[in-house]
């Protein structure tokens, strides 16, 4: 059985930083590219980053580049997404997804990804 879990949200000021993680259980990060997604209220999700399944090479939606950053421990089976610098507009759910490509490759559309996690909330506010 697949799982997901993210936790590490929460409610933090402007500025401030948090780190989510993505528990994986039931699959191997070395055959799933794994992504983050977010939804903020009355707002479609939207892919926010993802990491490939084997050179771990990392994409981001260019409104996080330089803010966010996509690390994961093999030994551990967990990504993590690090988010600095936290704006108001990063106030949503964080989900994190799983899914397979034949190549080293990792996207941000939503319809591809197999596998969902119950995600976790992220309030940025002062």
């Known amino acids: 059985q697949v799982q997901l879990v993210e936790s590490g949200g929460g409610l933090v000021q402007p500025g401030g930083s948090l780190r989510l993680s993505c528990a994986v259980s039931?699959?191997?990060?070395?055959?799933?590219?794994i992504g983050w997604f977010r939804q903020a209220p009355g707002k479609e999700r939207e892919g926010v980053s993802c990491i490939t399944s084997d050179s771990g090479r990392t994409d981001y939606v260019d409104f996080v580049k330089g803010r966010f950053t996509t690390s994961r421990d093999n030994a551990k089976n967990t990504v993590y997404l690090q988010m600095n610098s936290l704006k108001p507009g990063d106030t949503a759910v964080y989900y994190c997804?799983?899914?397979?490509?034949?190549?080293?490759?990792?996207?941000?559309?939503?319809?591809?990804?197999?596998?969902w996690g119950q995600g976790t909330q992220v309030t940025v506010s002062s």
């Open positions: 997804a799983a899914t397979f490509y034949y190549s080293d490759y990792c996207g941000l559309d939503t319809p591809a990804y197999d596998y």
């Open positions: 039931g699959l191997s990060l070395d055959d799933y590219a």
